[in-house]
């Protein structure tokens, strides 16, 4: 049954989604570049964060797959808060030696707040730092030079947001439901006193 204490965490629980931090449902754009960060061998190219790989480049995969110079099969999932980058298996280890730039360029991250910080892990692959990562408010750069991958690697970017960005407005429609259900809430609250009372 409606009542104050309903139509209180009601209201908050849609003002927390509203102001919600991440890249789910939001468009990125990813692309490969080389020999320098402005580069582009592949993309940019624009995909809607979601359930399921962004990119899935299996061997023999042509476009963007192709055109990024890098052995199938590959794959790229981009979630809420993390980007995992998967590759094998390859005949043979590989290593990233020309550049000064050979890596992914990650753009348009607008997940409701800046980004603060990246940390990068990884399997498989060696020379691969933080010290290979660079990112913006709204966007990161992995540069992969100077790292050797084996035959089967990933890595994962683990993305960290800043807490003082403004929240997501909420739409009229959203605050005038919430108006509503609070109106009912309350005059049921009433009703409910007076029927008590007499």
Request: a neutral charge; proline letters at 6%; charged letters at 5%.
């Amino acid at each position: 049954m409606f009542n104050v204490r309903f139509a209180l965490s009601l209201f908050l629980g849609l003002a927390a989604t509203a102001g919600a931090q991440g890249l789910n449902g939001t468009n990125v754009s990813v692309g490969y570049a080389f020999p320098n960060a402005t580069t582009f061998l592949a993309g940019p190219t624009t995909y809607t964060v979601g359930s399921g790989l962004e990119i899935n480049c299996p061997t023999g995969a042509t476009g963007f797959c192709s055109a990024t110079s890098l052995s199938e099969p590959f794959s790229l999932d981009i979630s809420n808060n993390q980007i995992t980058f998967t590759q094998g298996p390859l005949p043979t280890a590989t290593s990233y030696l020309v550049g000064p730039f050979n890596g992914w360029v990650f753009t348009n991250l607008n997940a409701g707040a800046p980004i603060t910080g990246v940390n990068i892990t990884s399997t498989g692959i060696s020379n691969l730092t933080n010290s290979n990562v660079s990112f913006t408010a709204n966007s990161i750069s992995v540069n992969m030079l100077g790292s050797t991958v084996q035959q089967s690697s990933s890595w994962t970017l683990t993305i960290t947001y800043g807490s003082t960005a403004p929240a997501t407005p909420v739409p009229p429609s959203v605050v005038l439901a919430i108006v509503g259900i609070a109106f009912l809430a309350v005059f049921w609250h009433f009703t409910q006193r007076r029927q008590h009372q007499a």
